[in-house]
């Protein structure tokens, strides 16, 4: 009896998984929106050409999803050091500023970090990499602050009694006690970076934007779907993994 | 020497000051507006009586050694107020003082130094304040007043040839429709909007059945890239004004104002939605109750008691969707929506800074603005609580 | 073991702790005591350096405190705070094994430990060595938290009011357990508190402290007994002095061996304030008296209570 319930039980799980649904729809579509040629043709009648063809998608994705780590990744280290420092002692000095400066940041529309790096930088990769790594730095710096302010004072407290140093107090304690309020900033930072790398396309970046721009200016609704479809199903997929990753992380509260 | 420097946050924003100040242009001489300009240093520029904008530098500088008062704090914050207002008013005369030696086409824009100069003042101005002791209101009170001079300057013509303000003048019709549209644009979606979120937030609140499954879809809707969600509404729009001709006579279309904003509003229903469910959550049940045994109606409940409790979290939701709706319209330019957007990615385009300053400036601006009034807002409506 | 030597420490311009000279000798079990703001807090966590003093000398082990790493001292003394302040995202196993973690202790050697205080404390290793702190009782918790403390083997036991947030039954437990660890185990403990019934229980030597200075340092017998002033007499209690002598002796030092009693016996380690409470309830003059393997030693008479036969 058991040996049927079970198999069906993980397949259940796994059916029942937006996570999974999305993932596929992603790389399917990704590896095989040529093949869905005769639908964009039927579709859209009027059109030569229905299927963006001046570069592959899984080229464009990889590109995209190159940008956005590169940044983020950047934005992640810087940001979360800024966050470190101004909890510090040393650095109490500064966090005033610092998250005024990060507030008035955010009310800026990220499209206007990178309008301004490209007359200053030049158009390409570079200034989108340079606009998406300083905007995406804000919500990475507002969340490691108040994850780190979040930790109980009483933790940390007999931590120092006990014997450890500031830097293992910040290693054992603070970083996972403070990693989910920060995760949640670095998933706001990714989702936000998705979407203006695809701006980027704008400015001579190759990512998924560039079937969107082209098609704009072309009138070919087709390339537009198709760089949609695919922009949006991975901030769908990345906003879903990171859910999954901030729960995991969390996993000692849900312990009964 | 730890000991020495009082304020460590004035000594890294002088720094950074002195640093943009030798390294980088404060305005820059073009021969036309298409050319790149040669750059003209800010110790250039401080020859003769123009040498007393020194004394507030100065004055910025002794600011790092002295003793933490809260008289020496108002002195930086002063200083730092003159010195921004004499920057700008110096880049304009120096503007005008070239153009009228140079040949008619040449351009003088504002080089970097003068941005990093102008923020890097204003943080230590706001900083300075704080440390005197003087809350939120007084540095929005200092900062009008920096901004209500700079108006002024910009009113009185003194810096009408700096390129910036020539490009305005080039393009004043462009301009202001542009800006109206852009408001309209917000408009239009912040009042849709809200009349169907909070009635949704309101139900959701209610039957907290369908909460999850909504928010989910509405927090979908969100993570999706704003032009993906501009282009995704293209196909179908296009489609129905097909089908149903009087709504293309009214301007429905696949590109402009209709798909943007729709996408728009879909954008703003989420922090409407969930600050009205987290502002109705933060009323007691037992006020409620109470409320209830003493004989008023559902609706009379929800105006009397409800309502003012959850408005300020209700107002930080309208700030958050208005502040957000201003910046995604930009985007909504690039499907033919207009707005302040059409000059950005014009200037964009045609890598011409001005032109972005043109568009993005303004936003900014409104950006900034509009989030300073509903936190100024909230905080009287928290007050009175 | 410790020793203060004319300490002072001001915050701001307030004096916390004025001129205070105290000695903690091992195996004690100092209590330090007062009012709120007196300064005791500050004197036990200036032993450890969480609170740096301004002047004077704190010699730990006959050197000063200032040539050690902070956290090298910290190791060697045990913290318990009243608010516990156990890791939330780690087991009671990782959390006992901090202390022995940071002394880089082989695995086999900190997992013994643990299972060791585990037990010490009167806690199901095996029902508790997985557990999470938010799945634990307030008890449980601080117990989790002395254990801790223990880990290491530390020299001292410094505790800051750590029984103050527990209920009064826990709190009694916790009390008894930790008193009987100190006769155990011989380490020397340094404990804070306002409760002057919570002192004179456990402490061996009391030490009184008020605005920063010291009022009184002696035994439980020599505060209740010959008071230093006025307020040392208010701050035990002035109405309850007497009972309060009476909590500090054992049936077992009145008992008339070559008498026999009537009724339901008592046993000869209550405390005679115990047994005072027994005379007024059952309303008789004398009680039977048993040793601890319930063997009848003699009888106490009610008068022996007022008046020791000498």
């Known amino acids: 009896m058991t040996d049927t319930v079970r198999p069906l039980g993980l397949f259940g799980m796994l059916v029942r998984d937006p996570l999974l649904w999305a993932l596929t729809a992603l790389v399917l579509l990704t590896f095989g929106m040529d093949s869905l040629r005769p639908l964009f043709a039927a579709a859209f009648p009027a059109l030569e050409r229905p299927v963006f063809t001046q570069d592959t998608f899984p080229a464009l994705m990889l590109a995209h999803i190159g940008l956005v780590t590169i940044s983020s990744g950047i934005a992640i280290v810087v940001g979360v050091a800024a966050g470190i420092f101004v909890t510090r002692p040393s650095g109490a000095e500064f966090r005033s500023m610092v998250e005024s400066v990060v507030a008035i940041g955010q009310t800026f529309p990220p499209v206007a970090v990178l309008a301004v790096a490209v007359p200053l930088i030049g158009f390409g990769e570079t200034p989108a990499l340079i606009a998406l790594a300083l905007y995406g730095l804000l919500p990475v710096v507002q969340q490691t602050i108040a994850g780190l302010e979040a930790v109980p004072h009483a933790a940390r407290e007999v931590a120092k009694g006990l014997g450890m140093n500031a830097i293992q107090v910040l290693n054992r304690v603070d970083l996972p006690l403070a990693l989910p309020v920060i995760l949640a900033g670095v998933r706001t930072s990714v989702i936000i970076n998705i979407g203006t790398a695809t701006i980027a396309s704008t400015v001579g970046a190759k990512t998924l934007g560039t079937p969107i721009i082209v098609g704009l200016s072309g009138f070919n609704t087709a390339y537009i779907l198709q760089g949609a479809v695919l922009v949006g199903l991975l901030a769908i997929v990345t906003d879903l993994a990171f859910g999954r990753l901030e729960r995991h992380v969390d996993r000692w509260r849900f312990v009964a | 020497m730890p000991t020495l420097i009082r304020n460590r946050v004035l000594a890294t924003l002088v720094v950074m000051a002195a640093a943009a100040a030798f390294w980088m242009a404060f305005v820059a001489l073009a021969p036309n507006r298409l050319m790149h300009g040669t750059g003209i240093g800010l110790t250039d520029l401080m020859q003769g009586w123009r040498g007393v904008i020194v004394v507030p530098m100065l004055l910025l500088c002794i600011g790092i050694f002295m003793r933490p008062t809260w008289r020496t704090n108002l002195m930086v914050a002063l200083a730092g107020s003159l010195l921004v207002v004499a920057l700008v008013w110096l880049a304009g005369d120096e503007a005008t003082r070239l153009s009228a030696a140079e040949p008619k086409l040449s351009r003088v824009s504002l080089g970097g130094a003068f941005w990093v100069l102008l923020v890097v003042l204003g943080l230590a101005v706001v900083d300075a304040l704080q440390r005197a002791g003087l809350g939120a209101l007084w540095q929005v009170v200092v900062g009008a007043a920096i901004v209500a001079l700079v108006v002024g300057l910009v009113a009185s013509g003194e810096l009408d040839q700096l390129s910036l303000l020539k490009e305005y003048a080039n393009r004043q019709d462009v301009f202001h429709t542009a800006l109206l549209r852009h408001l309209q644009i917000v408009g239009a979606t912040v009042v849709p909007t809200l009349v169907i979120g909070v009635p949704l937030g309101w139900a959701l609140f209610r039957t907290e059945r369908f909460a999850p499954a ?114 995604l319209a930009v985007v909504a330019a690039l499907i033919g929506a207009g707005g302040l957007g059409s000059i950005m990615f014009q200037g964009l385009l045609s890598s011409a800074l001005d032109l972005v300053l043109l568009g993005v400036l303004p936003v900014v601006a409104m950006a900034v603005t509009v989030d300073a009034v509903f936190r100024f807002m909230t905080l009287m409506v928290d007050r009175s609580h | ?161 750590p029984f103050g947030a527990l209920d009064p039954l826990t709190r009694l437990a916790l009390q008894k357990e930790l008193a009987r660890i100190h006769i155990v185990s011989g380490k020397t403990i340094v404990l804070v508190t306002h409760d002057i019934d919570e002192a004179l229980h456990l402490a061996t030597r009391v030490v009184l402290l008020d605005h920063g200075r010291l009022v009184q340092s002696g035994t439980p017998l020599q505060i209740l007994a010959h008071p230093a002033s006025e307020f040392v007499t208010d701050f035990v209690g002035r109405s309850e002095v007497g009972i309060k002598l009476l909590g500090l002796q054992t049936v077992a030092s009145r008992v008339r061996r070559n008498e026999s009693g009537e009724g339901a016996p008592v046993a000869d380690s209550l405390t005679l304030r115990e047994a005072l409470s027994v005379f007024v309830t059952r309303q008789v003059e004398r009680l039977a008296v048993v040793d601890g393997d319930g063997q009848a030693i003699g009888c106490l008479h009610l008068s022996d209570l007022v008046k020791s036969r000498e």
């Open chain 3, 1 to 161: 073991m410790i020793e203060l030597q004319h300490v002072s420490k001001a915050f701001g311009r307030t004096k916390a702790i004025d001129d205070l000279s105290l000695t903690v000798r091992q195996g004690e079990f100092i209590v330090l005591i007062g009012s709120s703001g007196c300064g005791k807090s500050t004197t036990l966590r200036m032993m450890n350096r969480l609170v740096e003093h301004d002047s004077g000398r704190i010699l730990f082990e006959g050197q000063e405190i200032r040539g050690f790493k902070p956290q090298d001292i910290r190791r060697r003394m045990g913290y318990v705070i009243q608010s516990v302040g156990l890791f939330p995202h780690w087991t009671v196993e990782r959390n006992i094994a901090t202390v022995p973690e940071l002394l880089q202790w082989p695995r086999p050697r900190i997992r013994d430990r643990v299972t060791e205080l585990l037990q010490l404390l009167d806690l199901d290793p095996a029902l508790f060595r997985g557990r999470y702190p938010h799945q634990l009782s307030g008890g449980q918790q601080q117990r989790v938290g002395v254990a801790r403390a223990l880990a290491g083997d530390p020299e001292v036991l410094l505790m800051d009011e």
């Open chain 2, 214 to 327: 909504a928010f989910a879809i509405l927090n979908m809707i969100q993570t999706v890239p704003s032009i993906a969600l501009f282009g995704l509404l293209i196909a179908p729009l296009a489609l129905l004004a097909a089908t149903v001709p009087w709504l293309g006579q009214l301007g429905v279309g696949g590109i402009g104002l209709a798909p943007a904003v729709i996408a728009l509003t879909l954008y703003a229903l989420l922090p409407i939605v969930r600050s009205t469910v987290a502002g109705l959550g933060q009323v007691p049940r037992s006020v409620i109750e109470a409320a209830a045994g003493m004989g008023l109606t559902p609706r009379q409940i929800f105006w009397k008691v409800q309502a003012p409790i959850a408005l300020p979290l209700l107002l930080s939701g309208i700030r958050i969707t208005t502040v957000q709706t201003i910046g």
